[in-house]
């Protein structure tokens, strides 16, 4: 099982329409918890970066929200726009030593006109 | 650079051929990671590099894997005896880091792996 699950595997909604992502999480304790967009055959790009203790973080038109107690995330997109078409991939690094992060397979999400 | 840049972006080679993938990480950045992405998956992380040390390895899927990064800068990932299910594109990420917690990584567009 991996330990950084995404839902849904993929969403289509309209331009203009609110959506919201959802991450969960086994790894403990952690560092922080990053949202990044991929488009289409580009590497990711960074959208938010959380630590633990933290509960939100916006950008724009993004806002990720972290409940710890539950080990859950969200990525909520408001007015979406064509071009937030892309994968949305969550991105957990724990606390314990080393460099390694362990990443969702993200969301797909598709915006039609 | 403007940003981080990998080469090539396209790599078709024939299984047991030796490929070798380069990430040049933006100037100055400190540390460089490569990762390996499965078509529909997430990354996975392979490898960091904290200037020229290269710090953690444990992602390395074989010893057919192999990553050096000499002067600090420039990095190469090399695939020996390369196999189907190496296919994947490779993306290299570069940060500062400002600290560990915050750094922001910047990554390359990858190179895409076909072996046939």
């Known amino acids: 099982k991996n330990q950084v699950e995404q839902s849904p595997q993929s969403l289509i909604i309209l331009e203009g329409k609110n959506c919201t992502l959802q991450c969960n999480y086994t790894v403990s304790p952690f560092s922080n918890l990053r949202w990044y967009k991929q488009d289409t055959g580009r590497g990711p790009v960074s959208l938010t970066i959380?630590?633990?203790?933290?509960n939100t973080k916006s950008n724009g038109r993004y806002t990720a929200t972290l409940d710890a107690d539950t080990k859950q995330s969200s990525l909520h997109i408001t007015a979406s726009q064509l071009s937030d078409s892309a994968s949305y991939i969550c991105?957990?690094?724990?606390?314990?030593?080393?460099?390694?992060?362990?990443f969702g397979a993200g969301t797909r999400l598709f915006v039609k006109a | 650079g403007a940003g981080v840049s990998q080469s090539p972006r396209y790599k078709v080679a024939k299984r047991g051929q030796d490929v070798a993938l380069r990430c040049d990480p933006i100037?100055?950045?400190?540390?460089l990671f490569w990762y390996q992405q499965a078509l529909g998956q997430g990354p996975e992380f392979l490898t960091y590099?904290?200037?020229?040390?290269?710090?953690?390895k444990s992602g390395l899927p074989s010893d057919r894997f192999f990553a050096e990064r000499p002067e600090g800068s420039v990095s190469t990932l090399k695939i020996q005896r390369t196999q189907q299910e190496d296919s994947a594109v490779y993306l290299c990420?570069?940060?500062?880091?400002?600290?560990?917690?915050?750094?922001?990584?910047?990554f390359g567009p990858g190179t895409r792996l076909l072996v046939l």
């Open positions: 590099f904290q200037n020229e040390a290269q710090l953690d």
């Open positions: 100037s100055g950045h400190v540390s």
């Open positions: 991105v957990v690094s724990p606390w314990t030593g080393g460099f390694k992060t362990i």
């Open positions: 990420a570069s940060s500062l880091p400002l600290d560990r917690v915050q750094e922001t990584q910047y």
């Open positions: 959380m630590t633990f203790s933290e």
